[in-house]
């Protein structure tokens, strides 16, 4: 029994109560996160409604934000620790990647064929976008952590953060120039960890892991030309 409904369920459980965490931290914690815990809690907040709603792109993207959740508190244990805070937060995120997962997940997203048709996608294709969507999903919230954080004026890292939201944006509504912008901030992304920024690394590596399923089509098509 593959039980789609039901891990759909999980997922979106577990996907909303982030949301409702980070936006109690954003009204209670002092004003200098509240920007912070606001951006995360549209992460997971989009996450949700997109998993409910039954979006083609959502699968893709809750398996990156439960992959970052997981690295993230896999990096905690590292640090600290087997502390049960990371315990539960790893374990959480897990859950929604693993219930995410399987080729049972897929006819109620990605499977479906209206999206393919109306937007001309082979198989190849839908592979393609599904690891970007993954990658830029999994690289978002640590731009924007870096991005809200306090004490963080850099206008690169600001700049990335701007470019990495439109992006993914452009990328799910199969835009071109969502790829370009996803590029553009993996360019930021870089120049800001050569300027001293040396932990928003994993996020120049995630937005250009978004980028590069496009670079053999992008290239095809400007010598096509």
């Known amino acids: 029994m ?24 954003a009204f209670s914690s002092p004003p200098i996160y509240t920007r912070m815990f606001f951006s995360l809690a549209s992460v997971y907040g989009l996450g949700f409604f997109s998993v409910v709603a039954g979006y083609f792109w959502a699968r893709w993207y809750a398996i990156g934000v439960g992959l970052f959740g997981a690295l993230l508190a896999g990096m905690g244990i590292w640090q600290a620790g087997p502390e049960p805070i990371f315990l539960f937060v790893g374990g959480a995120h897990l859950a929604v990647m693993l219930t995410m997962m399987g080729q049972a997940m897929q006819g109620p997203f990605e499977g479906k064929p209206e999206w393919r048709a109306r937007f001309h996608m082979d198989e190849h294709g839908v592979n393609r976008l599904g690891r970007s969507v993954v990658r830029a999903a999994m690289g978002l919230p640590i731009v924007l952590i870096y991005a809200f954080a306090p004490k963080q004026d850099s206008a690169l890292i600001l700049a990335t953060a701007l470019l990495a939201a439109g992006g993914f944006s452009g990328l799910v509504r199969l835009r071109s120039w969502g790829v370009l912008a996803l590029g553009g901030a993996a360019l930021t992304a870089t120049a800001a960890t050569f300027t001293g920024s040396l932990m928003f690394l994993p ?3 995630l937005l250009a892991g978004s980028v590069a399923p496009f670079v053999q089509p992008f290239a095809r098509a400007l010598r096509a030309r």
């Open 2 to 25: 593959s039980l789609v409904g039901e891990r759909k369920a999980i997922a979106a459980s577990v996907l909303i109560f982030f949301t409702f965490l980070f936006l109690l931290g």
């Open 203 to 205: 996020a120049a590596l």
